[in-house]
């Protein structure tokens, strides 16, 4: 599946462009000299484990800092309206549940929201297939976490052993390695 010429277009879609260990670790300095002015961000093993609802005190302090550095930013997830707005209620962010990333919906709400473009927008995510994918193939600049812990829900574990595969592929070709973070 993954050889080949366009295979390696297609593995390309689920490359980040920077990869950390967690979000406290994003170097916001360089998203914005990138350009970029809304950072967008998935909430399951991105922001907090998918059995905690509500942000720790990081994760708020996070996005007051990101905030106070001129970053709009939005939550794009692909979980229920309950666990998102539950998760936001208080963070004052626009958010959207039941994304279906990789599907570009929660993206275009967002571009049109905040009536920017598509280059000046960051997605942080935890995910190869639904966050990375979702960002390249709409065009934002993808930025890869590693998950905050090891349980996910059901949908993701199916997810993860798919994502393994992907992980494989890119390793293989030198592209992504596991651990190895860069800018
Ligand atoms: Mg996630």
Redesign the pocket.
Known sequence: MLSGLGGIFLIKLFLPKMYIKNFQCLNLESLKAKGIKVLIC?????LAPHDEAKPTETAVAFIEKAKSMGFKIAVVSNNTKARVSTFCDGLDVFYVNSAKKPLPFGFIKIRKHFGVEKHQIAML???LL??MFGANFYGVFPVLTS?LVIRDIAI?KFNRKLENKVFDALAKKKMLVRGEYYE
């Open positions: 998935d909430i399951d093993n991105t995510g935890d995910q639904t966050d998950p993701t």
